[in-house]
C-alpha cells in the first residue's frame, strides 16, 4: 500500500502530456486511492451549502487535518476511499474540490494508468470540445 498522498507536491499541478488531455470516465479509481483529498478554504462554503449543511456541522463531519498539517482534508473510509464516494458515485461531484476535478491532468499517484479509465484526448480535440481551457 502506498504512502503517497493525493496531490503531493511533486507532482501537484503537473500537465502530464502537454500534447494529452485525459477524459475523466467517472471510474471512481482516484476516489479510492489513499492519502489526502485537499479541501481549499473557498470549497468549503460551497460543498457545506450543497450537502444543506452548515460550514461548522460539514467539517466536523467531514473532514480532519492534512497529513502535512497545512489545511483540511475530506475524511477517508477504513478502506481508504473518500467519504464523499457512495457506490461508483460522488455524493458531492457538481461540487467536488479542485483537486478531485485535476485528476489526472494536474496531479497522479503510481501505477494509475493501470486503474484509471480515462480516456487520452489529443489537446487541440479536447480545447475544440470545450473540456479544458
Not at 485537499?38 to 487535518?65: G, K, Q
Not at 497529513?67 to 476511499?81: A, D, P, V
Request: charged residues 25%; proline residues 6%; neutral net charge.
Amino acid at each position: 500500500m502506498s504512502t503517497a498522498s493525493h496531490g503531493s507536491p511533486g507532482n501537484r499541478e503537473t500537465i502530464l502530456e502537454p500534447d494529452t488531455y485525459y477524459a475523466c470516465q467517472r471510474c471512481t479509481a482516484c476516489c479510492k486511492w489513499p492519502g489526502d483529498v485537499r479541501l481549499e478554504n473557498e470549497e468549503i462554503p460551497r460543498v457545506a451549502a450543497f450537502l444543506d449543511l452548515s460550514e461548522t456541522e460539514f467539517l466536523n463531519r467531514y473532514t480532519r487535518l492534512r497529513t502535512n498539517r497545512q489545511g483540511l482534508s475530506l475524511l477517508e473510509k477504513e478502506n481508504h476511499e473518500c467519504i464523499m464516494l457512495d457506490g461508483n458515485s460522488c455524493r458531492i461531484h457538481a461540487v467536488k474540490p479542485s483537486q478531485c476535478a485535476g485528476f489526472p491532468n494536474r496531479w497522479n499517484f503510481p501505477g494509475w494508468r493501470q486503474v484509471c479509465e480515462a480516456k487520452a484526448i489529443p489537446m487541440e480535440e479536447a480545447r475544440q470540445r470545450g473540456l479544458t481551457k
